[in-house]
């Protein structure tokens, strides 16, 4: 599973950019708006915030796969589970087919599964709520670190890929690549932020980036049903 590791769900992340600026895009903006005023700060110090929030949002896709990673190894090595593991890579798979199709608007379904973890981010958005407004880079990041856990379909679909590699360290490096290759979505602003998100929300561009997707799960559920079988 390693070779669908780091680098591959960073691309994950990149291709996922478009929804990405749907779903955060509000969140960004009022982070954005409790940031001290421009005169107050310039702006190297706005880019420590901003880079302090998105930091801590990658922190915790961090936490979680390693969290995920460590508790199927856990699993896996107390009852020897080889054979399910490998289901865990069919399943990590389909969930990439799935995101395939849902980046490329061909299928919609992953979105049922971010209801999952609404109740969760009920709970946590009046945390975030509160720690509003940002007067430091480090309240900036433990606001970024509760960002981290809104219902996510991209997230989620990534999370399966930490939660099939049974290792919290591979786990941890796949979460943290996904968060990475968000970043240039997330990051942009003013005209190159309308430049890209015209890029990013193009058919074309998320048909290609769909199959992309589709091709990478196709493969690793060869891979997988080569183990099981």
Request: glycine share 14%; with cysteine.
């Amino acid at each position: 599973m390693t070779e669908y590791g780091f680098w591959a769900a960073m691309l994950v992340g990149l291709l996922g950019g478009g929804h990405c600026l749907g779903m955060c895009g509000g969140i960004v903006g009022a982070f954005s708006r409790a940031l001290p005023n421009h005169g107050v700060i310039d702006l190297q110090q706005r880019i420590a915030f901003v880079l302090a929030y998105n930091g801590g949002r990658i922190f915790s896709y961090t936490l979680a796969g390693i969290l995920v990673g460590f508790a199927s190894g856990m699993l896996a090595a107390l009852f020897q589970l080889d054979a399910a593991l490998s289901a865990l890579q069919l399943l990590a798979a389909v969930m990439l087919v799935l995101l395939g199709l849902y980046i490329s608007q061909l299928f919609r379904g992953l979105a049922y599964l971010e209801q999952l973890g609404r109740p969760l981010w009920q709970r946590l958005s009046p945390l975030a709520q509160r720690l509003l407004p940002l007067h430091s880079p480090g309240k900036a990041f433990v606001a970024g670190t509760l960002w981290g856990w809104l219902p996510c379909g991209l997230v989620y679909s990534t999370l399966t890929w930490a939660l099939a590699s049974a290792d919290p360290i591979q786990g941890g490096l796949i979460m943290a690549g996904f968060g990475l290759g968000t970043l240039p979505a997330l990051l942009a602003m003013g005209a190159a932020a309308d430049l890209l998100e015209r890029l990013l929300n193009n058919k074309k561009f998320r048909f290609l980036s769909g199959l992309v997707l589709i091709a990478y799960g196709v493969q690793m559920a060869y891979i997988a049903l080569s183990h099981l079988l």
